[in-house]
């Protein structure tokens, strides 16, 4: 071909990006193209921290690209818009962009192939944000998995594709027409979401350095470390995954030179922990595309029947870090001041809101999307439903945290809560994560008193449950 517009979406990197080496193989000329969406202004789930991390990659991007030759144009409008007028623009044959898999970004690229049909322009979408997708994983019975445990073996049984090479210097034969490009915001704050949270770095830079850092030892101990919030025991990679500033397969390439180099049981093991992890991010994009009703209700239908509690002041004390019970509370103020949320207190937070406040997943699933960083639809959807136990894999309804003893077991002395909660700063460390147990002090801190007594809610949990399990 002689022109193809590379559209950049959730990969917004040079390297290992499937679509992109694809159009350089195929295509005189690419074009890379970024669109900020009018969704981005207006979507419902829009947030200031996953904006800002946006804005930061793209400028990575477009860094990255000069090196290379290449000039990133940006337009600003509605991709189904955008793309028929700049591919008749620029006298492109082809669209070329990687997959997406949330359902109403697919009913999207549906109609754009429609939009860019009528003008004869050609739309090829690549698999390239997973390694299995939905329909490449399947039991004996030809249909999608929805326990984890079998996906992830056959997921292990098939051979791991290698990264992508990178996105070549432009060839002085290809052509580039002067092709004007529109101004991103400078800030969030400029399309109406002021940034309060302070973020990582996005860009491609950013995601390669953390992974060198993760794969030169937190790997080998991750088993136990990736549980304990205050360890940095985790990769951090997942607004990088999200925004596809790295590719997958980068990532399970550094893991396999990891694991032929891990000594020891220990070392071995995390390696393997790891490798399920980004797996149960497989598992759950493809339940999203295999199962979309998630989006809009439980995975089992009869728990859309569940008779929630509509306390808004529990819900505003949740949101706020104010339930007392300070493991709940600090990792609120943790999320809201950073934007991101440790994986365990994530379960923590989802399981005080849905067993303790008795408060519907799906209000969680959307404050989330609204602060974290990475959030992910699949992956979010899939851990709320998990935790309030209404959705795909064995979290049975009446597997209930308590959030005391999950906070000894994982932040004994406080650590983490004390980073968080300044005001239980007197309290020893025995007591730091049930204050009320010293009702003097608690008086004298400004921290609150609980809003809910865990074993009193949990009765009403179980029975909430049975009633709509009959
Ligand atoms: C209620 C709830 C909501 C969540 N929402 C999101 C979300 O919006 N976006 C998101 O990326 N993850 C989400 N997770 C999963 C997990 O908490 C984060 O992926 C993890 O905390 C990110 O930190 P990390 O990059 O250091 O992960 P690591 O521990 O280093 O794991 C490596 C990568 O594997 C993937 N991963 C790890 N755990 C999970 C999981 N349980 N489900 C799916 N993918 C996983 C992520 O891409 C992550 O970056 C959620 C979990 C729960 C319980």
Redesign the pocket.
């Known amino acids: 071909m002689k022109t193809v517009i590379h559209w950049f979406r959730r990969d917004l990197r040079v390297s290992d990006n499937v679509a992109l080496i694809a159009a350089a193989k195929r295509a005189e000329t690419v074009i890379p193209l970024f669109i900020f969406e009018d969704a981005f202004r207006t979507g419902p789930d829009v947030g200031a921290a996953r904006l800002a991390f946006l804005l930061q990659s793209v400028e990575s991007l477009r860094k990255n690209l000069a090196e290379l030759g290449h000039t990133l144009v940006i337009r600003c409008g509605k991709s189904e818009e955008v793309l028929p007028a700049f591919a008749k623009e620029t006298g492109a044959q082809c669209v070329f962009a990687n997959k997406r898999y949330e359902p109403y970004t697919q009913r999207r690229d549906e109609r754009i192939t429609g939009a860019l049909l009528k003008n004869s322009v050609g739309f090829e979408l690549f698999k390239d944000a997973v390694v299995w997708e939905e329909t490449e994983i399947l039991n004996l019975s030809g249909k999608p998995y929805t326990v984890f445990t079998p996906y992830s073996k056959a997921w292990k049984a098939k051979p791991v594709p290698p990264p992508r090479a990178k996105f070549p210097v432009r060839s002085p034969q290809s052509v580039i027409a002067d092709l004007k490009s529109d101004a991103l915001p400078l800030s969030p704050a400029e399309v109406g979401y002021p940034l309060t949270q302070k973020i990582p770095a996005g860009g491609e830079r950013a995601a390669l350095e953390l992974l060198r850092k993760?794969m030169a030892g937190p790997v080998y101990s991750?088993t136990t470390s990736?549980n304990f919030p205050a360890l940095d025991g985790?990769?951090?990679?997942?607004p990088h995954?999200?925004a596809g500033t790295i590719g997958i397969r980068t990532i399970l390439a550094e893991l396999q030179k990891a694991k032929e180099k891990a000594v020891g049981a220990e070392a071995s093991k995390s390696c393997e922990t790891?490798l399920n992890?980004?797996i149960?991010?497989e598992?759950?994009a493809q339940v999203l595309h295999n199962f979309p009703h998630v989006t809009k209700g439980a995975f089992r239908p009869e728990y859309d029947k569940l008779k929630w509690s509509d306390n808004q002041d529990h819900f505003v004390a949740w949101c706020e870090g104010k339930t007392g019970y300070p493991i709940v509370d600090a990792a609120m103020r943790c999320l809201n001041a950073t934007g991101n949320?440790?994986?365990r207190l994530?379960?923590i937070v989802?399981m005080f809101l849905t067993k303790d406040l008795l408060i519907n997943w799906q209000l969680?699933e959307r404050y989330?999307?609204k602060q974290?960083v990475?959030?992910?639809m699949?992956?979010?959807n899939?851990?709320?439903q998990?935790?309030a136990g209404t959705g795909t894999d064995a979290a049975p309804y009446f597997r209930i945290f308590n959030p005391v003893s999950q906070a000894e077991k994982f932040d004994a002395g406080g650590k983490f809560v004390r980073q968080w909660i300044p005001e239980l700063k007197d309290f020893p460390d025995d007591l730091i994560q049930q204050p009320w147990e010293n009702p003097l002090l608690l008086s004298k801190s400004k921290y609150p008193q609980r809003i809910v007594l865990h074993e009193e809610q949990r009765v009403k949990c179980l029975a909430m449950f049975k009633a709509v399990k009959g």
Not at 234 to 238: F, K, Y
């Open positions: 993760f991750y990736r985790g990769s951090n990679l997942s995954l999200r790891f992890e980004l149960w991010r598992f759950y949320m440790h994986n994530r379960m989802a969680g989330f999307m974290l990475d959030g992910d699949a992956a979010n899939g851990g709320w998990w935790s």
